[in-house]
């Protein structure tokens, strides 16, 4: 595996204090584009950007279908991956995807979730074994 396949996999934030990490594998990320190829955007970003009503707009999605698609407006003043990074944050929310101006996010629902992520078997990221 190339370093920079590894760093992509791991966190697809800006590097920024505070910035959320994906904290999902990659195997959890093909499972979860999986599922959402299929939905609509849910939640759409307009020309006022990410603002307090979309956050909160979101946040109600993600609590009723765990799994959320976000459409980026032309209009919209942030680039989709900062957008992504952005409404992550704001709803403690995990970005599984960024394609074109959609934005694929996930939130666990917190007490019955109705998505089952794949597991690692208990090896560690790098391949080594586990102890």
């Not at 590894?6 to 934030?13: E, K, L, S, T, V």
């Not at 609509?40 to 020309?47: E, F, H, K, L, Y």
């Not at 976000?70 to 704001?90: F, I, W």
């Amino acid at each position: 595996m190339r370093p920079e396949d590894d760093a992509r996999d791991i966190d697809h934030g800006t590097g920024e204090p505070g910035d959320l990490p994906s904290g999902l594998t990659g195997k959890q990320k093909r499972f979860l584009r999986a599922r959402g190829h299929h939905l609509t955007a849910a939640v759409s970003v307009g020309r006022e950007g990410v603002s307090e009503a979309v956050i909160s707009a979101l946040d109600e999605a993600l609590l009723t279908h765990e799994l959320v698609k976000v459409k980026l407006g032309q209009g919209a003043p942030e680039a989709p991956r900062e957008a992504g990074a952005a409404l992550a944050e704001g709803t403690s929310s995990h970005v599984a995807q960024v394609l074109g101006r959609t934005v694929l996010l996930y939130r666990r629902h917190p007490e019955r979730p109705r998505i089952v992520l794949p597991q690692a078997p208990g090896a560690t990221r790098s391949g080594a074994p586990g102890r």
